[in-house]
């Protein structure tokens, strides 16, 4: 089951939280032996949750950042899937010569036009494409192209319980804004 | 096209262990395939005999070049489970072949260790980075792993400590174990990074089974 604690990754910061994560792996709605590009994929942590979701599940994670691209490979060594094949560079330059995916998640790079065209264009046919957006930018790309393809548009709002003096008060975390949409 | 190719799998007792229609594949092979143990264990026979070539593919090219003859690769156990026959099903046409299962390493693991086989996790570590083993570890798992060499029980148990399971149990039926598994030392040594000096104790635990394990053979091992 998707939603490993947030402290199984190794991250910078830039990781898709628990709750959120596991809502992401719902919308891509993995099958089995399902192939799934991680654009942008940070620490890894949804091409990872994707490969533990089943025994023959695939999965390419695309990272620019030289740090992010190694920590993926690290991360994935000690969750349990070192099959995970990380990418180090640009999409969508990076994307030439990959097997066309089942399910794509954009995790950053949305207010790039081609980037998100490049993967629309890759998926199969009945695939599905996942994007977070945090930024306002990056909500009105996915506005746009919910105008243009369809699916669901969603946002995900998440709070914790936190310590006020001696009550509790709720801390929100960043909501997300998030784009499901099929092929 | 009449199944030309037979793929047959064998135990430690070698032919003797084969059911009469696998034997009769073995016994009129026109080329015999194997790894030079199983082809030893066949004996005397007529037959051209290979070896594993390394890429696997080589091998493949070998078996397509003598398409038609009366082939007979020689695998271990149920050569559908992790075994040669899965990359020669994907090869050849399912017209083509034959393929003769003998009981395999993990239903012959899951017997002696009393493990229900519905309830194990089966993986192979053959050929493939340990790290997929962190994958099926769980409390309570049982996990019946077809290692690589001899050397894989020792890195598995630096792996489980590693990983916090340092309390698991491990048994090392070595070469499928015919015979009754002889008991001998730890299968591992600590690592010096151990997280604590009674996960390692325990991973020598006076529980543990273990008999040696052959660098060439592959064997299964387990942990829960």
């Known amino acids: ?13 830039q990781l898709t939280k628990q709750a959120v994560r596991a809502a992401t ?10 192939l799934l590009w991680d654009v942008g994929a940070g620490s890894g942590s ?45 999409a969508p330059a990076a994307f030439a010569g990959l097997r066309a995916p089942d399910a794509v ?46 699916g669901t548009l969603s946002r995900l709002s998440v709070a914790h319980a936190e310590p006020l003096g001696g009550y509790l008060t709720w801390r929100p975390a960043l909501p997300v804004t998030q784009l499901a949409v099929r092929k | 096209m009449t199944r030309w190719l037979s793929i047959v799998g064998l135990g430690e007792d070698g032919l003797a262990g084969l059911s009469a229609a696998a034997r ?11 790894g030079a143990r199983h082809l030893a264990l066949v004996g005397a026979h007529p037959a051209e005999k290979l070896t594993w070539r390394t890429p696997l593919t080589a091998t493949v090219g070998d078996i397509a070049e003598r398409r038609g003859r009366r082939v007979v690769v020689l695998a271990t156990g149920d050569p559908m489970w992790f075994g040669v026959g899965v ?24 017997a002696r260790l009393g493990w229900p086989l519905g309830e194990t996790e089966t993986i192979t570590l053959h050929g493939r980075p340990l790290d997929s083993l962190t994958r099926v570890l769980a409390p309570g798992a049982r996990v019946l792993a077809l290692a690589d060499s ?15 399971f340092g309390a698991s149990q491990l048994a090392v039926p070595a070469r499928r174990c015919a015979a009754a598994p002889r008991r001998r030392g730890p299968p591992s040594r600590a690592p010096t990074s151990t997280p604590s000096r009674s996960n390692a104790d325990a991973i020598r635990g006076r529980r543990c089974r273990a008999c040696p394990a052959s660098p060439t053979t592959p064997s299964s091992m387990t942990a829960s």
């Open chain 1, 1 to 13: 089951m998707p939603g490993l604690a947030d402290d199984a990754f190794e991250h910078d910061g």
């Open chain 1, 46 to 90: 949804i091409a990872i949750e994707w490969l533990r979701a089943g025994r023959r599940m695939r999965a390419i994670a695309i990272e620019r950042e030289p740090t992010r691209a190694a920590a993926c490979r690290r991360n994935a060594a000690r969750l349990g899937v070192p099959e995970l094949i990380v990418i180090e560079g640009e």
């Open chain 2, 24 to 34: 009769a594949r073995v016994d009129a092979a026109e080329v015999l395939i194997g």
């Open chain 1, 105 to 150: 998640f954009i995790g950053a790079g949305l207010t790039r036009a081609e980037l998100v065209d490049a993967c629309w264009r890759a998926l199969k046919p009945g695939g599905r494409l996942v994007a977070n957006a945090v930024t306002v930018e990056g909500e009105a790309a996915l506005i746009a192209l919910r105008a243009r393809l369809g």
């Open chain 2, 150 to 164: 001899g050397d894989s029980p020792r890195a598995v148990a630096d792996l489980l400590v590693r990983r916090g």
């Open chain 2, 87 to 110: 990359t020669l099903a994907r090869h050849f046409a399912p017209d083509e072949y034959e393929i003769f299962p003998i009981i395999g390493a993990f239903t012959l693991a899951a």
């Open chain 1, 25 to 34: 792996l719902a919308a891509l709605a993995p099958l089995p032996a399902e």
